[in-house]
């Protein structure tokens, strides 16, 4: 199994600009997270899904951030406009029920916004 | 308050010593606790868990549970080099949400 693949592995760009994050999780895994990382606040999730449907967005900083799961093995994190507070690791992580909280975790994003 | 504290460190340790990682949580409702191993620019990895009150083994792993005091902890046994990293620990309630610490980075010295 190849785990959870994450595009791109960095990405730079300016503030104002537009941002997708692409995850794919490991097939057969049914809930799906998307993580922040940051040295101040560590490890921040912010949304997940369960069966391609959002659970739990309660995380997501603010309008800016979007995410869907159009279905089972494909997710896409937005943030538009991008602002340099933006900045961090983003990952993605899937588990399977019902053991959702072992979470097999992607190689991470790491996003600079200038 | 943090939900989920953990010393940030460093902790260091010489090379075969035990290393005492630990962890308080504040919601009296949490029942599964995890610990994950993050090496330097690299994703977390989940090492152990654990869901009743007293001591979990693994290999040169132990995870300690006290849910009374909100306790969690890690022992390493026999510290390696390659044990260097940041030890996250994770709490989870009754739906689908883990918590994270910020993390406690661990060096084991030669």
């Known amino acids: 199994d190849a785990g959870v693949i994450q595009s791109p592995r960095h990405e730079v760009t300016e503030m104002g600009q537009e941002v997708t994050l692409r995850c794919k999780p490991i097939s057969g895994h049914n809930s799906l997270f998307w993580y922040r990382q940051t040295m101040m606040r560590g490890l921040e999730l912010l949304i997940y899904?369960?069966?391609?449907?959002?659970?739990?967005d309660s995380g997501m900083p603010e309008d800016r951030f979007s995410a869907k799961m159009p279905n089972a093995s494909f997710s896409t994190l937005k943030i538009q406009p991008s602002e340099p507070r933006d900045s961090a690791v983003y990952f993605c992580?899937?588990?399977?029920?019902?053991?959702?909280?072992?979470?097999?975790f992607g190689s991470g994003t790491q996003l600079s916004v200038l | 308050q943090k939900e989920v504290e953990q010393n940030s460190g460093p902790l260091s340790v010489p090379e075969g010593a035990i290393a005492s990682l630990n962890c308080t949580y504040s919601d009296r409702g949490s029942q599964s606790f995890f610990w994950y191993r993050q090496y330097s620019g690299k994703s977390p990895e989940l090492i152990m868990f654990?869901?009743?009150?007293g001591d979990k083994e693994d290999g040169r792993f132990t995870a300690q549970l006290n849910k009374a005091s909100q306790y969690v902890s890690l022992l390493i046994r026999d510290s390696q080099p390659s044990d260097s990293a940041t030890y996250l620990c994770?709490?989870?309630?009754?739906?689908?949400?883990?918590?994270f610490g910020t993390g406690t980075q661990l060096k084991v010295e030669l």
């Open positions: 899904f369960n069966n391609n449907v959002p659970i739990d």
């Open positions: 654990i869901y009743s009150n």
């Open positions: 994770a709490v989870g309630g009754g739906g689908n949400k883990l918590t």
């Open positions: 992580a899937s588990s399977l029920e019902p053991v959702n909280e072992k979470l097999f």
